[in-house]
């Protein structure tokens, strides 16, 4: 089981850009791989996934301003995330399985372990 460390997170103003990375203790190549999020006083909701074959799938309310990514050479997972706004402030966190996940339930949580620690994400108005 792979060792999940994410960094980048961080203050940022409305409308800027901030890249989480994943980085994990072992291959990836055959993960599937996700980052989820959980803002206070919410329930975790998953924000992007993507499958071993580089399908993806992206929460409706970051559609188009975050991007997921895997560099399998690096067993890296990246998050792009441009536009942000105040509503994306919360602790992200990034989640692997081994389990083949078909493109619709890439955000379902149930799927994915192990976790990693969470970074906070706080952007301002």
């Known amino acids: 089981q792979v060792h999940l460390v994410e960094s980048g997170g961080g203050p940022e103003q409305a409308g800027g850009s901030l890249r989480l990375s994943c980085a994990a203790s072992?291959?990836?190549?055959?993960?599937?791989m996700g980052w989820f999020r959980q803002a206070p006083g919410k329930e975790r909701e998953g924000v992007a996934a993507?499958?071993?074959?580089?399908?993806?799938n992206y929460a409706d309310s970051v559609q188009g301003r975050f991007t997921i990514s895997k560099d399998n050479s690096k067993n890296t997972l990246y998050l792009q995330m441009n536009s942000l706004s105040s509503e994306d402030t919360a602790v992200y966190y990034c989640a692997a399985s081994q389990l083949w996940i078909v493109v619709p339930l890439l955000l379902s949580q149930n799927s994915y372990n192990p976790w990693g620690q969470g970074t906070q994400v706080t952007v301002s108005s």
């Open positions: 072992g291959a990836i190549s055959t993960h599937s």
């Open positions: 993507i499958a071993t074959d580089g399908q993806t």
